[in-house]
Structure formats: C-alpha cells, structure tokens
C-alpha cells in the first residue's frame, strides 16, 4: 500500500522567513513519482513539481527548492523569503506505477500562513 | 486547451436528491481521477480511468456513489440519494499516459447537502 505522511498540520511564519515542509512516502514499487500541489484559498490545486524515484538530484527554481532523499523516503520543500502570497495548503503526492496502476495518492497537507 | 472543466461550481441540494457533477477532461489525456476534498478526510481519490475504462473504485464510499466515463471527453460522479455528510469539494483531474506528467485538477464542485 502506498502511503503519504505530512506530518505538520499548519505552520505560522513571518514574511521573509524561510519555511520547510516534510513529506515522507511508503511504497513498495521501485518507480514512483513524486509531486507537489499548492491549493491556494482561491481553492484550485496547482502543480509544482514533480520527481522521479530515478532522480534524486535537488531542484531549486525561484523561492522554491525541493530535497529528495529515498534513503528515508522523504520529499521535502523549502520556500526561502516567504511572502504573505504563499499562504495556502501545500500537498505532497505519490504515484506508484506498477502496484497502484498510476493513481495518485495525496497526504493530508501542510496549511502554511505568511503574515506580514 | 481551457483546462478540465468541472460543472456546475456549487451545488446546494436536500437530503435524498439525486446530485450529478460532470467532468470534462483535457483532450488527449488518457487518465481521469474524481477526488473528494473535507477537512476530516482530506483529499480522498474515489475512482479513476484510464481510456474510459474504471480501473480502481475502491476509494468509492458506498453503493449511492456512481461514476460513468461513457467517451474520452466526458465523465459524471452522481450521488442518489444524497446525505449531509457527502458535503464536500470534488475535483476532477487528468493526465496523459506518460508517468512523468502531472495531473491537472479542475476548479472543484463544492456540494452542500441539507
């Protein structure tokens, strides 16, 4: 079975700090893929990135960078100089290829609030 | 291409109704998911197909929740009869065939049942 853990539920920061959010997976597949959704309070979920279980190399685009470490399952994101725009619900995805037919399966996100 | 295309935006409706959402999906994509949204449950995935064709309902709740893909452009989630507690925000969201694409989610039906 394939599994998504966000284990913060909300996180309160000020603007300009940096914030961090965990997503570790379970899966038995040796290829999988890897996302991240933003839902803003508009409520429309956005993509952000995703990533192969092949591809470990980090990625940094804008404020935004992602650490990818199958040695413990863990997909993190890290928004630098946080701006009161980034407010929203951010999920982490897994998509299990083989075992799970390509379905996607979300955690249960991470409410970040930037106040000014 | 405008996107998966979610009809109608909300939905009010009494207990025991019948509720249709419809889905359009992106043209080309080969995948449709039907997901519920509720601050208890998070974000469930209820069905999905691949070429028109269920491939997993086990997310599907109970017998009064339906779901046809009767052409590639065109999907519908009905609920009969409806109760409070499917209260919820239902997206849909499509992908093509290739693993390494993202799913693209529509704008959501939020459903109040009374």
């Known amino acids: 079975a394939q599994k998504v853990t966000q284990a913060q539920t909300e996180i309160s920061v000020v603007e300009k700090e940096d914030v961090t959010l965990d997503c570790v997976y379970e899966t038995r597949d040796t290829t999988y893929y890897l996302f991240w959704y933003k839902q803003p309070p508009s409520g429309e979920l956005v993509f952000l990135i995703r990533r192969n279980s092949f591809d470990e190399q980090n990625e940094i685009s804008g404020r935004y960078s992602w650490n990818f470490q199958k040695s413990t399952s863990s997909f993190n994101f890290t928004i630098t100089a946080s701006q009161v725009v980034d407010s929203a619900v951010y999920f982490c995805a897994l998509s299990e290829i083989k075992a799970a037919g390509n379905k996607l399966t979300f955690g249960g996100g991470t409410r970040v609030l930037v106040k000014p | 291409d405008a996107g998966v295309i979610q009809s109608p935006r909300h939905e009010v409706t009494e207990m025991g109704q019948e509720v249709t959402l419809r889905c359009k999906p992106i043209?080309?994509?080969?995948?449709l998911f039907w997901y519920r949204q509720t601050m208890m449950r998070g974000l469930e995935l209820l069905i999905y197909f691949n070429n028109n064709v269920p491939i997993d309902d086990s997310g599907m709740p109970e017998d009064r929740f339906s779901a046809k893909m009767p052409n590639a452009s065109f999907s519908t989630l009905k609920i009969q009869p409806s109760e409070p507690r499917d209260s919820a925000v239902y997206f849909c969201?499509?992908?093509?065939?290739?693993?390494?694409?993202?799913?693209?989610f529509g704008q959501g039906t939020r459903l109040t049942v009374v």
């Open positions: 969201a499509s992908r093509t065939w290739d693993w390494n694409t993202e799913a693209f």
């Open positions: 043209s080309g994509h080969d995948y």
